[in-house]
């Protein structure tokens, strides 16, 4: 009889939860509000009884249920120890402990963007790969690596967590850490509009970009329609991408780069985008990675929760 | 009764050979002449006799023996796979299948660099740790990466190979790979030697480093004395030692960053150097790592190969 496993992807608004099957098949997915009052307190409990009625509900034993993942927003340390998540009201909170104590179940934790990366690497753009670092373009830039098959976690959780690796000396304004040339200030989707209108503001040429209040979207798709000024923003954008992605690659040597959050919607473009400076910049021995795009959305972090419990 | 293991570290010239127990204890280390004509052909089987010979001088059965490791100066990646090893005249070889079938023993094999950083943590710098990056400042500047108490072999096994990774934007000379700014370029004894000449033309300040053949040594024993322009390219040395080291520790967050090579033997002097950059440029999550001088020297490639047998 197939055995199952629980994912669970916590968000500051929902937590989204997923059972399948041992073998990744999705069998329910479904989301429950995140409750953040009193230092986020009732999270744990909500996600264990939220799977305790899944289980009566399908009428699936203990016995059938190898255990439960979950993924937090904050750095989670091999112990299961989040020393802090921002969004969810937690100062340090043992997340294997507690949620074993509500579950009874085999439990294991990670950080959200180190566990979007395994599901990636089980089910998603990195499948049948051993060896995986995902590049999340949002916001920010956030990241998670994948070795052998697991998430490399580091000292404290923030392994992957690559937003913050410097790229250029020469920048002048500051990143939110404080720092200047940070990965995010250039490969975000606030990083490209901000490169955008450094662009912009340095010439006349004319550009449809020039009309609107745009967001990062509106770069990629004026580029996609010709727009000179467009296409220049979006090759400075490459460059500073395939630059960070090029020193993070040079440490670990992936098999394959995964490029996932909003900015990845810009699709293949990315890759030609950002090739010329890869290559420049990467040590010849990490030069054949593949490159390819996410592919679980949302989903991603409720997988890979599923997936560590089965390592 | 105690079980076996033997490490085995080949270089260019002599492969150091020992015998330790299953908890690393040194029983027996030798070296034998590395023979590189016909392309190295010669030099597994030679390292299999030697482990034949020391195992009947010393009536050690194959039952007594958990296996055999050896680094070799080559990428090898998780199947065995060596794909050059220059210094060797091997082309592609398969290390674990050869050594094994003139071994009839069980063979792990790994980069020399890699398994150097395995030996440090096992028994040297990094010992009592189970997520340690060795960097290694020689000639050139290497690394290794140990997670969880294993090495990061990466796809071809340029895990930890950070020599290349690019530190800085402003760089004129050309490094031996061709780019521009490798953070072998400034942190290597060679890099060293190459900042104090630069540091020394652009000035006539006084230095006893006018007055000599200078190595990498003499610089760091100038700045010891007090000689202002050495004290001067020595914090220029130590900015990018500690540059170098926060990007790669923002990649993976070790929990300790040991210094091995022949520029370690400066001393603790490189931690006071590198701190305050390493402090500036490190994502702050990744701001606790500890730092440590390699221990073992060049026995650290026999450890850790060693060590690879005991996963």
């Avoid at 916590?10 to 399948?20: C, E, F, P, Q």
């Avoid at 986020?40 to 249920?65: F, H, P, Q, T």
């Avoid at 040339?181 to 450094?198: D, H, I, M, N, P």
Wanted: hydrophobic share 40%.
């Amino acid at each position: 009889m197939a055995r199952y496993v629980f994912g669970v992807d916590v968000g500051g608004t929902t937590a989204k939860i997923g059972l399948l099957t041992e073998s990744g098949e999705k069998v329910d997915f479904w989301e429950i509000p995140t409750r953040t009052e009193n230092n986020g307190e009732y999270i744990l409990s909500d996600v264990a009884d939220a799977i305790r009625s899944k289980m009566k509900e399908r009428n699936i034993d203990d016995s059938d249920v190898v255990g439960a993942g979950i993924g937090v927003p904050g750095a989670v340390n091999i112990d299961g120890n989040c020393y802090q998540a921002v969004n969810l009201g937690w100062e340090k909170v043992n997340v294997v402990n507690e949620l074993h104590s509500k579950l009874k179940l085999p439990v294991k934790a990670g950080n959200d963007a180190n566990v979007a990366a395994l599901g990636e690497a089980w089910k998603g753009g990195g499948q049948g790969y051993q060896n995986m670092l995902l590049v999340t373009l949002g916001t920010g830039v956030g990241g998670g690596i994948i070795i052998e098959g697991k998430i490399l976690t580091g000292a404290k959780g923030s392994g992957g967590e690559i937003g913050h690796i410097h790229l250029d000396d020469n920048e002048y304004e500051a990143c939110g850490c404080g720092n200047h040339g940070c990965f995010e200030q250039y490969a975000s989707a606030t990083g490209a509009v901000r490169l955008a209108k450094r662009i912009l503001a340095a010439s006349d040429e004319p550009s449809i970009l020039r009309d609107m209040e745009f967001e990062c979207k509106d770069i990629f798709d004026a580029a996609k329609k010709g727009d000179k000024v467009a296409c220049d923003i979006a090759q400075h954008y490459g460059y500073y991408l395939g630059k960070g992605i090029a020193i993070t690659a040079s440490v670990i040597n992936p098999e394959i780069i995964v490029i996932g959050g909003g900015v990845s919607k810009a699709g293949d473009i990315l890759f030609d985008l950002l090739k010329p400076s890869f290559e420049k910049y990467v040590f010849p021995g990490c030069k054949d990675a593949k490159f390819a795009l996410a592919k679980l959305g949302n989903d991603a972090g409720v997988y890979g929760a599923a997936k560590m419990v089965l390592y």
